[in-house]
């Protein structure tokens, strides 16, 4: 397969449904090698089977993020089968409403494993190879602000664009490109749980579509190496249902 990302190998978390399983299907057909990383093997072995006309070599890792013991072994499996890294792509998250008043420490605790610290620590540990290959780093955000019942859940954002920020000032002098992405609501299974959980109808069809992410990343990864996008906000384009 040639492609845009030809032979390159890019590790895609939460690959299992909505934007990352969107970026792996279309990185798979500009010729990208899928390290497809998710919590559910159902659901890997699925979109597994979907990129393996275009992308062959592609494997699938089954890991809770959560878990420090599941990051170590993705690392190590991730180096014997491939030996490199070109482009991490970090999209995996969870989410919870509540008050800080009332909302246990462990619901905060899980969320930043997920978050915040699973995104920090496997940046790390395939740092030196990506520093290697001059490779990208792509943080998945949101558009969230903090307010009411939503503070847990925001503080491990904020976070995670810090540690993007951060990091981009740490590693842009080795060639490697840091990009933060925040999409607005966006057509996926999470975005359906949050309806439920604040009691709104669902329009999918409304909403900014998993593709349309992937479309904006992959742009942004194929600039050419004079220029660097660092932060990437989008928004639905569509206008309110009336009350």
């Not at 919870?96 to 610290?117: C, H, K, L």
């Amino acid at each position: 397969m040639i492609g845009r990302f030809s032979n390159q190998i890019v590790v895609v978390t939460g690959a299992s449904s909505g934007i990352g399983k969107a970026i792996a299907v279309e990185m798979a057909t500009q010729g990208a090698v899928l390290c497809l990383v998710g919590r559910r093997l159902e659901t890997l072995k699925a979109i597994a089977q979907t990129v393996q006309e275009t992308s062959p070599r592609s494997k699938s890792y089954q890991v809770d993020l959560a878990c420090d013991e599941d990051i170590q072994k993705l690392i190590v499996s991730i180096q014997q089968d491939f030996g490199q890294v070109d482009i991490l792509i970090h999209n995996a998250g969870i989410f919870s409403m509540g008050a800080i008043a009332t909302t246990p420490v462990a619901e905060f605790d899980q969320q930043y494993r997920t978050n915040v610290r699973a995104p920090y620590l496997l940046t790390q540990a395939l740092l030196p190879i990506l520093k290697i290959q001059h490779g990208q780093i792509v943080f998945i955000n949101s558009n969230v602000r903090a307010s009411a019942n939503l503070g847990h859940y925001a503080a491990t954002k904020h976070a995670l664009k810090a540690i993007a920020d951060s990091l981009r000032e740490e590693v842009n002098i080795d060639q490697v490109r840091v990009i933060s992405v925040f999409p607005g609501s966006t057509a996926t299974p999470l975005q359906a749980k949050i309806h439920e959980m604040e009691g709104k109808i669902y329009y999918p069809e409304r909403l900014i579509q998993p593709e349309d992410v992937a479309t904006v990343v992959i742009n942004a990864l194929s600039l050419p190496p004079t220029a660097e996008v660092t932060d990437i906000s989008i928004r639905p384009f569509t206008k309110p249902l009336p009350p």
